[in-house]
């Protein structure tokens, strides 16, 4: 239950983040086109990029040397702290939904929601190289709850903002919730940096 809470509130922190992926899906939800499409799209591509970093790592693990996983978790800490600087020096960022409303075919949806999705390189670093990396290290079916807790929360976080992104739009664009969500992440992402960095010293 620990890694299932562990991928859980790991891939929760990682998804919060704002970018363009999660703007997208904002969007849709407030325009109310094809809302079911655009976060289904999002989930199972979450999923399936979660379980192939994880499983990547798991197999590769196999023929790594120290030196080598030395390297992984330099590389690993270098992401992280890249990820709090970023999150930092967006630390004052407001949001504008402001966009035109116009009707989209289900077809052209499904294109844009993949191309949010597998032409963001954030997409990879998050779910296939950090989730992946993070938890090469756990048992095979540690690694399986980690990723199903991971998946879990993109599920409930893409359909949460699609659905509800209406009613949330209005305290989205409020600067003192977004300070809130951002010191969570920074707070949480600091803890895991600090982790790894125990892991190698």
């Known amino acids: 239950m620990e890694y299932l809470l562990l991928g859980f509130f790991t891939g929760l922190s990682l998804i919060l983040a ?23 799209v999002c989930t199972i591509s979450d999923l399936i990029l979660i379980f192939l970093g994880i499983f990547l790592f798991h ?20 992401f992280l702290l890249h990820f709090i600087y970023s999150k930092i020096k967006t630390y004052n960022s407001s949001i504008n939904f402001n966009s035109e409303t116009k009707d989209i075919t ?24 950090f989730l992946g990396n993070f938890s090469k290290n756990f048992l095979l079916n ?7 807790g991971a998946s879990i929360a993109s599920f409930l976080f893409f359909f949460l903002i699609g659905y509800l992104s209406k009613f949330l739009s209005k305290y989205a664009q ?23 960095f125990l892991e190698i010293i």
């Open 174 to 196: 409020n600067q003192k919730i977004w300070k809130v969500i951002n010191i969570f992440i920074i707070t949480f992402m600091s803890f895991l940096t600090f982790y790894i």
């Open 18 to 40: 704002i970018g363009a992926q999660n703007i997208f899906v904002i969007e849709q939800g407030l325009k109310k086109q094809h809302v079911f499409l655009v976060c289904i």
């Open 106 to 129: 289900k077809f052209n949806i499904l294109l844009k929601t993949l191309g949010f999705t597998y032409l963001n390189p954030h997409v990879y670093s998050d779910t296939v190289f």
């Open 59 to 78: 197999y590769f693990t196999q023929y790594f040397n120290s030196t080598i996983e030395l390297i992984f978790n330099i590389l690993l800490i270098v």
């Open 142 to 148: 540690q690694k399986v709850l980690f990723g199903i």
